[in-house]
């Protein structure tokens, strides 16, 4: 099993606005400790040793928490259950946080149970 690292991202607002995954590109920098701000997984510890390393993506490349990103990290095809080779209690952890940021960032989200 691979010992993923996880964080609560940073982020300065929130949006509803459509959801593309982000490439390393779509950032206005290349060091990874920022650009891994934006994410909730890395297989090789914050900051991550590769932009490949960085799973589930919520906080857009704009610093804003994406409603639409929490929902694919919730249950989408790119979800936390789609991440390779993760223990079934990191996968509990990060689904509380995803509750947990989608909750306290969107009025109307009722994420969880």
Partial sequence: MTDYAMHEPEFSGTTTEEWDEPRL??????DLSEVADHFLLSASGF?????TDLKLPVVDPDGNLNRNALQTVKSGGHGVGAVDDIDEDKQDSVEELIDELANEGFEDADFGD
């Fill in 25 to 30: 590109e779509d950032f206005d920098t290349d």
């Fill in 47 to 51: 900051p991550p040793e590769n932009f």
